[in-house]
């Protein structure tokens, strides 16, 4: 299907907003069955180790309850298989941002996205490492700020908030800059952060008000469904601290948990429509009017 969405053009804040949503009402569909069809067998792997988890865990009063060896493996099996996760899904996120900017339609699938993931995860692994580092460095200054904002009142939050995106655009850019071939590894940090410079915080409001406005729309959406559940297993499974060692008791946690992981991954992936389309407008900004000039020589020029 094609999709009528510009997105090299200049935008405000408030563009950013309409932009994102006009893009998600166009493609969420294609992309939420894609991405989620890609992650369907990492995502039964993480149940899984919910489930087991959960037999690990006992509520009765004489209970020594998640004390031994084997509950903490799999607890560290867990965090490790959810940040693994984490980095897929916003890496086949970015790829099929990427794919999607490229043609301008929805007519690719699954396989295309998974294979140009593969095709770039040295880069990925390469990226992440020099992320790490980048991180390291610019943590101190950042930690200042942050505890400055934190002593703000009322809008201190809000502050850290819009801080933590303004770095996570950043990143985003940077990496994207680093896979599409505009800067190499080294220098796709200074690249990225000159090119965002001058509206480095109006992309960090815009960031945030969306991720922001997202996050309270899937809540909305699944708090239906959630109260509907409880007062279901209220009722008719007499929820206590026994339950929770029941079978019925570790099913029930095994989806919470699942059902958190599905909400943190939707953010995952919004963030990256968001990202990406301020990374496309200030792309623009910077390099809109060389490209084009260079564009307009090709076959020289008309008498």
């Not at 084997?70 to 790829?95: C, F, K, N, Q």
């Not at 996570?168 to 190499?184: A, H, N, Q, T, V």
Request: with cysteine.
């Amino acid at each position: 299907m094609e999709i009528n969405f510009e997105f090299q053009k200049e935008r405000k804040v408030g563009d950013f907003v309409q932009s994102f949503i006009d893009l998600f009402k166009l493609i969420y569909r294609h992309f939420v069955s894609t991405i989620f069809g890609l992650s369907a067998v990492p995502l039964a792997g993480i149940a899984l180790v919910y489930y087991f988890l959960s037999t690990k865990i006992t509520f009765s009063a004489n209970s020594d309850s998640f004390e031994d060896i084997d509950a903490l493996t799999w607890a560290g099996l867990l965090i490790v298989a959810l940040i693994a996760l984490g980095l897929y899904v916003y890496g086949i996120s970015i790829e099929y941002f990427v794919l999607l900017k490229e043609r301008k339609s929805t007519a690719f699938s699954g396989v295309e996205v998974l294979k140009n993931f593969r095709s770039n995860l040295g880069k990925y692994f390469m990226f992440l490492i020099a992320m790490i580092l980048a991180l390291i460095v610019v943590f101190i200054p950042l930690a200042i700020v942050a505890a400055i904002c934190a002593f703000i009142p009322f809008v201190g939050s809000f502050a850290i908030g819009i801080l933590a995106s303004m770095v996570g655009i950043w990143l985003f850019c940077s990496f994207l800059f680093y896979r599409e071939g505009y800067s190499d590894l080294g220098s796709c940090f200074t690249d990225a952060y000159v090119m965002l410079s001058k509206k480095l915080i109006q992309y960090g409001i815009a960031t945030y008000i969306v991720n922001f406005i997202f996050q309270m729309a899937v809540m909305m959406i699944s708090i239906v469904p959630l109260v509907i559940m409880g007062i279901l297993s209220f009722n008719f499974l007499g929820i206590d601290a026994a339950f929770f060692d029941s079978s019925w008791g570790k099913l029930l946690m095994t989806l919470g948990g699942l059902f958190i992981t599905l909400f943190t991954l939707f953010l995952y992936m919004s963030g990256v429509l968001a990202n990406g389309i301020i990374y496309e407008t200030a792309k623009d900004l910077k390099f809109g009017e060389r490209i084009y000039g260079m564009i307009e020589e090709i076959g020289g020029k008309s008498e």
